[in-house]
């Protein structure tokens, strides 16, 4: 029940399309909904995150989609260039106990020029 | 943003050695700070959950006697790897949030390799 579940594992996009990586998951108790940047060797950067009382929410390129019906959501990066080459990660945390976040297993995205 | 500072970025050691990881907020005070460690081409792996003042609480399969944890102050902890061998030899990040808010800021993390 703690599991993200994350696919693809790797994604080839060329540049100007649109990257899709989704997540789903199981408790019902995760309350926010962060997605992280990492690129080789670094640590991670949190890219945009969302709580479920909103189905969407953009911040410049990067759009997450969220359906708390379903128990999934995904993120989008819209005309996606080479330097967005990195591994992405969602990951799910309950509010206030801990906040311990619980990781996807991560998807490899290369944008070709 | 906040920012997180990790000590050393990268490290050698001799099996049997102990190594120490510094973590630090540098701009906010950090109320819990986490620790990963992460293998190549794989996903974080929550080790371990502090909290300044406190006694670290380990995730399960994690050896407490071997993964040190101290959270001495608001903006410091560190990870000791006491009497490392080649297993431990992996990349360690730490992260620092407070209670009442959801975010993590990640530090740089740590290259550990054991010969």
């Known amino acids: 029940q703690q599991q993200v579940k994350q696919s693809p594992q790797s994604l080839i996009v060329q540049k100007g399309g649109i990257s899709i990586i989704n997540c789903a998951y199981e408790?019902?108790?995760?309350?926010?909904f962060p997605w992280y940047q990492q690129f080789p060797g670094k640590g991670p950067a949190l890219l945009i995150a969302?709580?479920?009382?909103?189905s969407e929410k953009k911040e410049g390129r990067f759009t997450i989609s969220f359906n708390k019906s379903a128990k999934q959501f995904s993120l989008h990066i819209m005309d996606s260039q080479p330097g967005d080459s990195a591994t992405y990660f969602c990951?799910?945390?309950?509010?206030?106990?801990?906040?311990?976040?619980?990781f996807g297993t991560g998807t490899l995205l290369a944008v070709q020029p | 943003g906040a920012v997180v500072s990790q000590h050393p970025s990268r490290v050698i050691c001799k099996s049997g050695t102990s190594v120490k990881i510094e973590c630090r907020s540098l701009?906010?005070?950090?109320?819990?700070m986490f620790w990963y460690r992460q293998f190549p081409k794989q996903s974080l792996m929550l080790m371990a959950t502090?909290?300044?003042?406190?006694?670290?609480?380990?995730e399960q399969g994690v050896e407490k006697d071997k993964f040190l944890i101290n959270h001495a102050s608001l903006t410091l902890s560190t990870l000791t790897v006491t009497s490392a061998h080649p297993e431990d030899s992996s990349f360690y990040i730490c992260?620092?949030?407070?209670?009442?808010?959801?975010?993590?800021?990640f530090g740089p993390g740590t290259r550990l390799t054991v010969l």
């Open positions: 408790n019902t108790a995760f309350d926010y």
């Open positions: 992260s620092a949030g407070i209670l009442e808010y959801n975010e993590q800021f």
């Open positions: 502090s909290n300044e003042g406190s006694k670290a609480t380990y």
């Open positions: 969302i709580r479920p009382d909103v």
């Open positions: 990951a799910a945390s309950i509010n206030g106990a801990t906040n311990k976040l619980i």
């Open positions: 701009d906010f005070q950090a109320t819990t």
